[in-house]
Every structure is written in C-alpha cells, then in structure tokens.
C-alpha cells in the first residue's frame, strides 16, 4: 500500500495572552476552523490519496510562558472528554483521514499537573492514540510521577503503537526525538511511521534536532514525518524563530520533501509500507533492526540512573524546581 502524508506547516497562535479558559478556548476553536480549511485545500492539492496529516507541537495554544503550572493547566491543557477534542474529532470525521496534533492536556489521576500530549485522531473522529511527552525541561512528564503513573496507566503506556490501515503510527513529541530510546522502544513495538511534532529553531544550517530526525528514521528503518510551526504568533519570541524545515524522511534516512519557511504543504511525500515491510525482512547489512542485540545494554541501564523519576511526588511543580533538580543531576555526573 502507498499513500500520501503530509506535514501541515502552521503558524501557532499563542493564548497567552487570553486571560481565562473561554478566551483561549476561543482562540483553540478558531485555529481548529482555520487548520480545517488548510486541510480542504491542501487534499485537493494533492489528491484524496492524502491519507495521514501532522500538526506542529502546541499548534493550538503556543508554549508556557509566565505561567505557573496551574495557571497554565487552568487556561490551555485541554480536557480529555473537552469541547476542543470534540471540534477535533469532528473535523477529522469530515476529512476522512488520520490527524496528528500535539497538545497540553489534563489528566483526571494528576488534577495538579498538566502533560504534554501527541495523539492520533482516525477517520471515525475518535482519539485512537495518546502519547505523553517524556523529556521536557519545565513542564511534568510522566517520569515526574514515574509509580503513581505506572499504577494508573502501566509501562506500556508510555510507548504506544496503534496499528492502522495505513500502517503502524506512533508519535515522538518535540525533544524527545533527541533520545534514541524513545524511538528505540516505539519501534520494538512494530512502529512503522513516527509522527513527530514540533517547535524548533529554523535555520538553514544542520541543526541538532534535525540530525535526530535522520538518525531515527535510519536507526529505526522507519518514516518519519516531522511538523514543524510557521512561527509563534502572539509571543515575545519573534515570529520566525521556530518557523520551516517540516519534512519527510524515509526509512533510509533520506529526505524526501522538505518545507521552506512560512505556511507550507510542501513537506508531502508518498508512504510506501510495501517496500518499508520489504525492507525490513531482507536479511542484508542494512537491516538495522534485525541485528539489534539489546542484551549488550540492558545492564548499564538498569545500573545507572540519571535524572531522578517521581521527584513531583509532595513537591510543588514550578520551574525552579526543575532547574534545582538539572542542577543535582549535573553535580552527581561531573563532581
């Protein structure tokens, strides 16, 4: 099977600057209303065959700024059963194709705490996969709450694949590319396409996050389809800061369409599972997969720990605390 998927570049409208849930819900529900009308368009650009499309990290609220943690939980981390999901759902009912995004949610068992969410949405409109961000700087990750959130979610959890008829989706959220394990663990569990939104520095030269995006796609022998924003609107930050480069890289490591800067359709490119399923089950020097031999490294693993989990357990969640925490971690490795 072939088809097409397509890194939608948008512009990020921030709600930073709203001043209650109505008012940034608001602007969530504009943004939903305008990506749906980029959709539309771009379909009947590139054919109906346009099977799968990807939204940039936070495309409907923008970062944290100034805000606290409950600030920002009660203003922009949408609820799981919420009206924005369902605008979502709806709209992704009518295009009749597979939508990525990337949000900041709530979570019934952490009213405290807000994640960082990538999920998948299928052509019924229901949410089929929920993906929480494992590495951030500011913001809580599941490894901040590590056994409270096995006890509610288990560890496989934390690594989902939902397989589909368009093949075996996962997403990697912003940095979390950055760590090979990440991507490492979806693919042990029969990822094919890596769905990887973004919000990162636009430039022309070879960036790290982008030397990540080829390394994992090689490594791993899979697509990946990475959003990137069109700029943050509304920020202190510059427009264009985070703003080009969406792209699609093949199993290979090659890249086989790239996006410029500004609003763009032009990271498309055609997914081929047959082939990627070929390739994967050819004994060859290539097949990376195959001669993988995870028990060289499961002990250093297990006998080294670096940055401490469930350290949100009876602590406040501000960014303080989590440079306080950077700060122990880097006097442990290098005193």
């Not at 694949?161 to 093949?167: D, E, R, S």
């Not at 590319?177 to 991507?183: F, G, L, R, T």
């Not at 390394?215 to 697509?223: G, K, L, Q």
Request: charged content about 20%; hydrophobic content about 40%; overall charge negative.
């Amino acid at each position: 099977m072939s088809y097409k998927a397509l890194a939608l570049q948008v512009t990020c409208q921030t709600v930073n600057s709203c001043q209650n849930r109505d008012e940034a819900e608001a602007v969530m529900l504009r943004t939903i209303e305008r990506i749906e009308q980029q959709i539309t368009a771009s379909v009947s650009v590139l054919g109906r065959d346009t099977l799968l499309v990807a939204a940039p990290e936070y495309f409907l609220t923008g970062p944290p700024v100034a805000e606290t943690v409950d600030q920002w939980r009660e203003k922009a981390a949408l609820d799981i059963d919420g009206r924005v999901y369902e605008a979502l759902g709806a709209m992704v009912q009518r295009q009749q194709l597979y939508f990525s995004g990337n949000a900041y949610e709530q979570d019934p068992f952490f009213p405290e705490l807000y994640f960082q969410t990538s999920f998948i949405i299928g052509p019924n409109g229901d949410i089929i996969l929920r993906y929480r961000r494992l590495n951030a700087m500011y913001i809580p990750t599941p490894h901040d709450v590590w056994e409270l959130y096995l006890d509610a979610y288990g560890y496989d959890s934390l690594f989902p694949v939902v397989k589909t008829n368009i093949g075996n989706l996962a997403c990697i959220a912003s940095e979390d590319i950055m760590y090979p394990e990440v991507a490492r663990c979806l693919a042990m569990r029969g990822a094919e396409v890596l769905l990887h939104a973004t919000s990162e520095v636009g430039s022309p030269l070879l960036t790290h996050r982008k030397v990540a995006q080829l390394a994992r796609a090689a490594e791993n022998m899979a697509y990946v389809v990475s959003a990137n924003s069109a700029g943050i609107a509304g920020s202190s930050v510059p427009l264009s800061t985070s703003d080009g480069s969406s792209k699609i890289i093949d199993p290979k490591g090659i890249i086989l369409a790239e996006a410029g800067y500004g609003e763009s359709i032009v990271a498309n490119a055609d997914i081929d599972l047959a082939a990627l399923r070929e390739f994967r089950q050819r004994p060859a020097l290539g097949n990376l997969m195959a001669r993988q031999r995870y028990e060289l490294y499961t002990e250093s693993y297990a006998n080294h720990s670096v940055y401490p989990p469930n350290t949100l357990l009876g602590q406040p969640s501000d960014r303080q605390h989590f440079t306080r925490t950077q700060q122990e971690v880097i006097k442990k490795l290098y005193s």
